[in-house]
């Protein structure tokens, strides 16, 4: 029952994490890339993803499910509109679903104000953001942010919002 934001450019292992993460668990994912297919395309399945790239459907195939883990590759279509407020309310009930949300960024400056609040944990991953955008937008990300511009690829800093 906890919202993950995970942040980072391509490659450098976003899709990875999730992978580990979802490893023997009933999942739902937004699959725009069409990169895990071992999963299935079949919405009954217990382990399944979604290529469609509709963004109404998917969030739709969230409300419905329980204890899963909702994947939300390339989030920034879902916050916007109607989506968003699909996409509110889902997070908001999380406790009585039980289920986890995971939203997959690129950058932080695509991140949309307020989600940080409602976010549990963030995993951040190098980005090309520039340094004082990040200062200005999320100044909580800043210190990671700075930190991991020096280390190698596929590193991360996992900072507890909570």
């Known amino acids: 029952m906890v919202s993950i934001l995970l942040i980072g450019m391509t490659g450098e292992g976003k899709s990875t994490f999730v992978r580990d993460y979802i490893k023997s668990r009933n999942v739902c994912l937004f699959d725009v890339q069409n990169e895990y297919t071992d999963l299935s395309t079949d919405e009954k399945s217990p382990r399944y993803r979604d290529c469609s790239c509709d963004v109404d459907h ?66 951040l991953y190098r980005t090309s953001d520039e340094p004082g955008h990040v200062r200005a937008k999320y100044e909580r990300l800043y210190g990671s942010y700075l930190s991991l511009a020096n280390k190698p690829k596929f590193s991360n800093e996992i900072i507890k919002l909570i």
């Open 58 to 123: 998917f969030v739709k195939m969230c409300s419905i499910r329980q204890n899963t883990v909702c994947v939300f590759e390339e989030a920034t279509g879902f916050f916007s509109g109607k989506v968003a407020i699909e996409v509110n309310r889902l997070m908001i009930s999380k406790r009585h679903s039980r289920n986890c949300y995971i939203f997959v960024f690129h950058s932080i400056g695509d991140v949309p104000p307020g989600i940080i609040r409602k976010m549990d944990y963030v995993v």
